[in-house]
């Protein structure tokens, strides 16, 4: 910190401190922290026509050619004897496709999702992905994370940069920013003032209520004088506490009839639902829905229906029923609802599974897949790709996999700038040049 | 220049997601000026394991599950050298109290598969994570659980996917290799019903061999991604691992029908067809040499020895000692014991930062430092759950974290755990008896005993006084104890090892 006003001279003076900075944002006190010799950094203001932003993503790698099935690609069918699903237009009253345009179409499990899709305010978007053409689970999903291929020197998120890099939504926020998750998700990394809450519906001390407000005072006393980097997370924590405890989660009555499955991923965008309408100054909530790595017995249609001869296990649909019931009901409740704020929901995965099934009625790790983004700000109703690359062999990256000609930062990028109100996208997305592709409206 | 480089590579805030440069992912040493660790340039942060004066309680913390009375003494009586050597012969330390009390509270522990396979399976699956908090905390043979949650980690299979495949598994695949031979656990694990099925192996077949468990073994157990092996070899591996299958209760077993015979080429080396009349065992063979190929290859050295001194000596530890340790592997055959020894010496060990606690660790240091008595682990076992880390529940085949990051947003359920621990007094379940601490049984009293007990004597003397003023606070009873034994775990100061 002693050292901000160093030889501003230096010719690569700016690009290293840039880089620098995204080696690990700045935390609290961003306006503290932010040196203020680094050049490009005008801090994204407060205004109302900023978005909130739901960020969720599917982890174990899901298989989009399943959840958005390319029927126009007739290597679609020959590739994936057992998992493709029939045209919108088959024959017959068995599972059929339901279409988004003439290419593309719904699976059976995603229909929930169609009247957002029909009011033009979900985006499709396929062939995308990270440029990054590693079919690892950890690598994939961390690159995407961080928002730079294979630059494992950047440790914070994209979204951890967004927020780093704007002023608060409301500055008196507690919480700007939390994961819905157990652990502080790699996306949020480096931002100021953001938790993982696992369940902020119960969120307390345990213990007796009559000293609990003495004892959170005692651990905020012990942490304060503390100075390992927990200490920050123990402060927030202390003062989190006291607001969520005044959002009445159990009570919380969704608009326009929502209902959110049951499951921990509706149970999370509840809360998400419930902290974004009681106005606390929540900007950014991150979740995971895992368990996307079909190996075997994908089971893209609902249990014991046939499909391609091979009778269902219902895995998949059931993994889609989940994903679409729950961004459904959100868009009933809180995008069709009253909020005090916009939101915007965007949906990747580190990567999408092999253009032919393997024998084991499942697919194996691949690359380009759909990646989704809701909100009434969203220029949607429409699948949009970069070109569709193919499945024919000749057209497969290394003869297996869709291409990725989509680089799924563009739509992130187009959010960040055009919905969260943040200019500095080379901030947010390092060393990448972000191309508009329509993403929003005005 | 570097000062500002290290603003930014460190971390300007107290925030923890900003610990990140300090952590697992850093490729860098760059910023480390004083013998903890790194320095902030913000000035601001002091090294968590700064008031650790003693190198032999140092060590206590690295290789227990957390300090007692009992094992700081024993520890004293033996010196560095003796203690750490005590416990690397972890074989020779007398356990058979423990096994017994465990087989008789939680006797499916000690079934066949076969049983296993007819038993309920959520008491399996129950009984299975009660065993192994019960172990963490009350077996003698310390450092061998620290490395069971280890390599549980590194050879990660989930509870949800293979059932009671996985007690078998943690009994006589990682249990009973943790503290011998890498090669030897790599080699259990290949053949581990409990991994066969959680990576598909058992069910991959000629000709579209399943990916799964032949990238894993690559990326995570042996060589580490991308380190060496391309996308072409992943595919090679998995034609020659084709076989690779179980049979019965998750009984390992080579099936001809399923491999390929065809010629192979794996990190260049050819495997030539073979004929329909090759025996199983020659079959077979393939997959054992691709494995050995994998032992024997100096990446995997070098993976394991970074993951193993990332778990017992630093999120970020020295390329020196991951080079040292390496070369321990290659000279001992990758013997687990002798690559500790040289993580571990006292010259490496008084110079490392401090570890955060995962939730497993602090739940097993909490019920040590606190002497509970444990009749049935269960509701205990399941309100520590509740801090995130469930054991044998992370989906993905990388494990836990080992990341600072990950752990330390989540302060709230550790403080509520503390809460829930400390005021435990069942004696069907869980029983704190508090009048361990009060002894002499007054404010004093019970700060002296917390130091003594919990702390290994080293608790400074702001956090004895924020202990008293607590306690001071109100009526001393037995409440307010506990309330103070909850606090006390609850700090800053018991968050690290």
């Keep these: ?442 | 220049m570097p000062s500002r480089r290290r603003f930014f590579a460190l971390g300007a805030s107290a925030a923890a997601a900003l610990a990140t440069s300090r952590t697992a992912d850093a490729q860098t040493t760059k910023g480390r000026t004083g013998p903890f660790g790194p320095t902030s340039p913000a000035g601001a942060q002091k090294e968590a394991a700064a008031d650790w004066k003693d190198p032999l309680l140092r060590l206590v913390r690295r290789i227990t599950m957390g300090l007692t009375s009992e094992e700081v003494a024993l520890a004293r009586k033996l010196g560095y050298a003796g203690y750490l050597d005590y416990h690397l012969k972890a074989h020779a330390i007398d356990d058979a109290a423990l096994d017994t009390t465990i087989a008789t509270l939680l006797p499916m522990t000690v079934l066949t598969p076969q049983q296993l396979g007819a038993g309920d399976q959520g008491e399996i699956a129950n009984q299975l994570s009660d065993s192994v908090l019960y172990r963490a905390a009350f077996s003698k043979r310390q450092l061998k659980e620290r490395m069971v949650e280890f390599w549980t980690d590194h050879f990660t299979v989930s509870l949800n996917k293979v059932g009671y495949l996985k007690m078998v598994d943690d009994r006589d695949v990682i249990r009973a290799n943790a503290m011998g031979k890498f090669p030897a656990l790599l080699k259990a694990t290949s053949e581990s019903g409990a991994m066969l099925v959680y990576l598909d192996q058992n069910r991959s077949r000629t000709p579209t061999p399943n990916q799964n468990y032949a990238r894993e073994i690559m990326e995570l157990h042996t060589l580490g991604v991308d380190r060496g092996y391309t996308q072409i070899d992943v595919a090679e591996l998995s034609r020659i691992l084709t076989g690779w299958t179980t049979t019965g209760p998750g009984t390992f077993s080579f099936n001809t029908v399923f491999h390929d015979r065809g010629a192979k080429t794996f990190l260049g080396k050819a495997f030539p067809a073979m004929a329909n009349t090759a025996t199983v065992a020659m079959q077979k063979s393939e997959g054992d040499e691709a494995i050995q190929m994998l032992v024997d290859h100096p990446n995997t050295a070098n993976h394991i020895s970074l993951k193993m001194a990332r778990w017992l000596l630093a999120y970020d530890p020295p390329q020196s000692v991951v080079d040292a340790t390496a070369a321990t592997y290659k000279a001992t055959g990758g013997d687990i014991p002798s690559m500790i020894r040289t993580i571990l010496s006292a010259k490496n060990l008084t110079v490392s930062p401090a570890k955060y606690k995962r939730p497993f660790h602090l739940a097993a240091s909490a019920l040590r430092g606190l002497g509970a008595q444990v009749a049935n682990v269960r509701s205990v076992r399941q309100r520590a759950d509740q801090m995130g880390q469930p054991m044998f529940y992370w989906e993905q085949p990388n494990g836990y974290p080992d990341r600072i990051e990950w752990w330390s947003g989540l302060v709230l359920g550790r403080w509520s755990f503390m809460a829930d621990v400390a005021n435990r007094n069942t004696a069907a379940q869980t029983r704190i008896d508090s009048m361990l601490f009060r002894s002499p049984d007054n404010a004093d009293g019970v700060v002296a005993q917390i130091n003594a007990r919990v702390f290994g004597g080293e608790m400074t003397t702001t956090f004895k006084s924020q202990l008293l003023t607590y306690l001071k606070a109100g009526t001393y009873t037995d409440a307010r104890v506990r309330e103070t034994l909850s606090l006390a775990l609850s700090a800053k100061e018991f968050q690290w090892f």
């Design chain 1, 1 to 442: 910190m002693t050292d901000e006003h160093f030889d501003a001279g230096c010719t690569e003076y700016h690009s290293l401190a840039r880089r620098d900075f995204l080696m690990s944002a700045t935390g609290f006190g961003i306006a503290a922290f932010l040196p203020t010799w680094l050049p490009s950094v005008v801090l994204a203001q407060s205004a109302t026509s900023r978005d909130i932003i739901i960020s969720v993503f599917l982890s174990g790698g899901v298989d989009g050619m399943s959840i958005v099935a390319p029927f126009g690609d007739p290597d679609y069918y020959t590739g994936r004897p057992s998992l493709a699903i029939p045209r919108p237009d088959a024959a017959g009253t068995g599972p059929k496709l339901t279409a988004l345009d003439n290419f593309f179409g719904f699976s059976p499990g995603m229909t929930p999702l169609m009247p957002a899709y029909t009011a033009g305010d979900l985006l499709v978007a396929h062939a995308t992905g990270s440029v990054n053409t590693s079919r690892s689970h950890f690598d994939a999903q961390r690159y995407m994370e961080v928002g730079k291929p294979a630059d494992p020197s950047v440790t914070s998120g994209w979204l951890g940069r967004h927020l780093a890099t704007s002023t608060p939504m409301r500055s008196t926020a507690p919480l700007r920013a939390l994961g819905l998750t157990t652990g502080l998700p790699r996306t949020l990394s480096g931002a100021p003032k953001t938790l993982p809450v696992p369940n902020p519906a119960n969120a307390a001390i345990g213990g007796s209520n009559a000293t609990s407000v003495a004892r959170s005072a005692w651990l905020a006393g012990n942490y304060a004088a503390a100075t390992d980097p927990v200490s920050a997370n123990a402060l927030d924590t202390t003062n989190t506490l006291s607001l969520l405890q005044s959002i009445n989660f159990a009570g919380y009555r969704t608009a326009n009839g929502a209902v959110y499955p049951t499951t921990s991923f509706g149970n999370a965008l509840r809360s998400a639902a419930a902290l974004i309408k009681a106005d606390v100054g929540v900007e950014a909530i991150h979740a995971f829905n895992g368990g996307w790595d079909t190996h075997a017995t994908q089971g893209p249609v609902a249990r014991g229906v046939v499909v391609g001869g091979v009778t269902s296990s219902g895995y998949m649909h059931d993994k889609m029923m989940d994903l679409s019931g729950t961004l459904a009901a959100f868009y009933a409740d809180v995008v069709q609802g009253n909020t005090p704020y916009g939101v915007t929901v965007v949906v990747v995965s580190e990567f999408g599974r092999n253009a032919r099934e393997n024998g084991n009625n499942g697919t194996d790790h691949g690359r380009g897949n759909v990646a989704f983004a809701m909100g009434k700000k969203i220029a949607g109703g429409k699948v949009i790709t970069n070109g569709w690359p193919g499945l024919a062999r000749e057209n497969l990256e290394n003869g297996q996999d869709l291409r990725v000609t989509l680089d799924h930062r563009d739509i992130l990028a187009e959010v960040v700038q055009n919905r969260l109100g943040n200019p500095n996208l080379s901030m947010v997305f390092p060393g990448f040049v972000a191309k508009m592709r329509g993403v929003t409206q005005p």
